[in-house]
T-cell receptor, first 113, second 115 residues
Framework: AQTVTQSQPEMSVQEAETVTLSCTYD???????LFWYKQPPSRQMILVIR??????QNATENRFSVNFQKAAKSFSLKISDSQLGDAAMYFC??????????FGTGTRLTIIP | DAGVTQSPTHLIKTRGQQVTLRCSPK?????VSWYQQALGQGPQFIFQ???????QRGNFPDRFSGHQFPNYSSELNVNALLLGDSALYLC??????????????FGPGTRLLVL
């Protein structure tokens, strides 16, 4: 069974600064997918970024980028130029074979104006 | 292009009652997954439907059942409601027949309160 661990229950960052959220996972699979989803107070789950395990290149989406270390089973999210609208709960998510998503426990990100 | 929709948005029931939640997938998607999110926790997988069949199931009792219709929409039914069933129920849709790993996109959720 796959497990996802987010060791930072809460993080805060000054507006316009950079913050990194950590995630580790455990799996015996070699070809899988990792995601970061965010859930603002509205509780709508929104996709932030996706990484294919077979790709060595780290995914980027505008101000969001990941540091994917397959051997270490680590998948961190970096948010650059933090904005007030980035405040949300961030979930690290594992997926294999188009099956169920396995969520971490989440990191609540607060943006300080 | 309509995204994933869910109804109702909120629901209040009493213990022992039955509830039905509905989900319409994103246009072009053929697979629906359901998740339960208790307050302060990450979502937990309930089950996934594809081609009107339950494709995979999480660790939930038989009180939780589902259905998928020919138009790919889906229902989640919960019988004999317990206080612990109070949660946000999320529906996610994806495309399975593409042959590639597809992203699951979520609806806004249904908030269920059991009194």
């Amino acid at each position: 069974a796959q497990t996802v661990t987010q060791s930072q229950p809460e993080m805060s960052v000054q507006e316009a600064e950079t913050v990194t959220l950590s995630c580790t996972y455990d799996t015996s699979e070699s070809d899988y997918y990792l995601f970061w989803y965010k859930q603002p107070p509205s509780r709508q789950m929104i996709l932030v970024i996706r990484q294919e395990a077979y790709k060595q290149q780290n995914a980027t989406e505008n101000r969001f980028s990941v540091n994917f270390q397959k051997a270490a089973k680590s998948f961190s999210l970096k948010i650059s130029d933090s904005q007030l609208g980035d405040a949300a709960m961030y979930f690290c998510v594992f997926n294999f074979g188009n099956e169920k998503l396995t969520f971490g426990t989440g990191t609540r990100l607060t943006i300080i104006p | 292009d309509a995204g994933v929709t869910q109804s109702p948005t909120h629901l209040i029931k009493t213990r022992g009652q039955q509830v039905t939640l509905r989900c319409s997938p994103k246009s072009g998607h053929d697979t629906v997954s359901w998740y339960q999110q208790a307050l302060g926790q990450g979502p937990q997988f309930i089950f996934q439907y594809y081609e009107e069949e339950e494709r995979q199931r999480g660790n939930f009792p038989d009180r939780f059942s589902g259905h998928q219709f020919p138009n790919y929409s889906s229902e989640l039914n919960v019988n004999a409601l317990l206080l612990g069933d109070s949660a946000l129920y999320l529906c996610a849709s994806s495309l399975l027949t593409s042959g590639t790993q597809e992203t699951q996109y979520f609806g806004p959720g249904t908030r269920l309160l059991v009194l």
